[in-house]
């Protein structure tokens, strides 16, 4: 349901930011 497209949302924008995380701190 729509908690399952929230939390597949929020886990995109963290893996995105966690790679922009991982670049600039190598």
Partial sequence: GAVLIMTGLY???FG???RKAVKVGS
Wanted: proline share 0%; no cysteine; net charge positive.
């Fill in 11 to 13: 886990i995109n924008v």
């Fill in 16 to 18: 995105l930011r966690w």
